[in-house]
């Protein structure tokens, strides 16, 4: 489990990150400048003009950090880090063993890349990567805000296997539309959860509730939590595309999901069990548009978007053989054991994979794959 330090320090390094209350007047977005109690960082994605969304599921809060990072890069080199857990674990004073990285975001100002890192005594620290360079961001008398999710678990609330539901409450992020998307669980009788928050944050989170029909466990959903999503577009109207354990893929119109809402979502896809997709972006290359999904337990998948769009089924009866998929085509690329991936252009993506040789490398994908 992560723990709260009044003040954070991580092996030799020598890196610090205090928490304290002391404010400045307001900035731009409503922020602050101060230095934020952040207890975990299992979830980051970027708002407007460099400013990144940090979710803390421990203390089910969410923060915008202005990181100063907002120079535009057209047309960004490609990263390529090989050994970055090595060189993680160096910086910090550790060992591999002692690290997870818990995601990765790109600025899509910058294409910097932004990593969140949780040591093994509890401590998460933030990270960004700039060629081969890899260097803390610090915590420490930033402009930044803060929002506490509504009917989020309680603190010692457990699921049936004894695990701790609280971290739930944000399991993935994005921004649309000038507003934070969050995903993740309530204390509500339909546990799925969807919040949309206005940017800068005021008190208002417009939370929705979500099922869905999981064909390959043949009954309707309520509980299991969004684990990936996107926005897309399909016929001017725009949607929430995600996935869940197990992958099925599903739309929910976004228009839908408003404040006491319950919104039962299209599954289009049984894209096969016994695995947790673990990151989606869109891609383009020529006029065509592409999902690309990270996986767990499969390679990484690539999906038409036309063939999403023409799709107007749903599934509704069991997918009835283990690992069968049906619903919307999609191929299988020769890209396996990836972690966590974002874009990085139009047409590029930046991903973390464990390779063969059991090295961890961050690396770009090239336009060969879509």
Not at 69 to 98: R, S
Not at 320 to 335: I, K, Y
Not at 341 to 367: F, P
Request: glycine share 8%; net charge neutral; charged share 20%.
């Amino acid at each position: 489990m992560k723990r709260l330090y009044a003040v954070l320090t991580i092996g030799c390094a020598g890196l610090l990150l205090l928490a304290t209350t002391t404010r400045s007047p307001k900035s731009k977005y409503g922020l602050e400048v101060g230095t934020p109690t952040i207890k975990s960082i299992n979830a980051l994605t970027f708002g407007p003009e460099g400013v990144l969304f940090i979710g803390d599921g421990k203390s089910a809060t969410v923060f915008a950090i202005d990181t100063k990072d907002a120079n535009l890069v057209e047309k960004p080199n490609a990263v390529d880090v090989k050994n970055i857990d090595q060189k993680i674990a160096a910086l910090l004073g550790t060992e591999v063993k002692n690290i997870t990285i818990q995601d990765i975001a790109v600025n899509p100002q910058s294409k910097t890349v932004y990593c969140a890192v949780q040591h093994s005594d509890g401590t998460p620290v933030l990270l960004k990567v700039e060629g081969d360079k890899i260097t803390p961001v610090s915590l420490k008398d930033v402009p930044f805000s803060t929002l506490a999710l509504t009917n989020a678990p309680a603190e010692d609330a457990k699921d049936g296997r004894g695990e701790p539901l609280r971290v739930a409450s944000i399991s993935d992020m994005g921004f649309a539309d000038g507003k934070l998307l969050v995903s993740g669980l309530s204390n509500q009788q339909f546990g799925s959860t969807f919040r949309s928050i206005p940017f800068p944050f005021t008190k208002a989170q417009d939370q929705a509730s979500l099922e869905i029909y999981h064909a390959a466990h043949g009954r309707y959903e309520t509980m299991a939590p969004i684990k990936t999503f996107t926005t897309t577009e399909i016929k001017g109207k725009k949607y929430l595309l995600a996935s869940y354990t197990c992958t099925p893929l599903v739309l929910f119109p976004l228009d839908e999901l408003k404040a006491g809402s319950h919104v039962k979502g299209r599954t289009v896809a049984e894209m096969g069990s016994g695995n947790q997709p673990l990151d989606m972006v869109i891609l383009k290359k020529g006029n065509e548009s592409f999902l690309m999904m990270a996986n767990s337990s499969r390679p990484v998948f690539k999906v038409k978007a036309k063939s999403i769009e023409a799709y107007q089924g749903s599934l509704t009866t069991p997918v009835e053989e283990n690992f069968a998929t049906a619903g919307v085509d999609f191929v299988s690329l020769p890209v396996t054991n990836v972690i966590q991936l974002d874009k990085l252009d139009d047409s590029r993506m930046v991903l973390l994979q464990r390779r063969s040789n059991g090295n961890l490398d961050l690396w770009t994908s090239s336009e060969r794959y879509l």
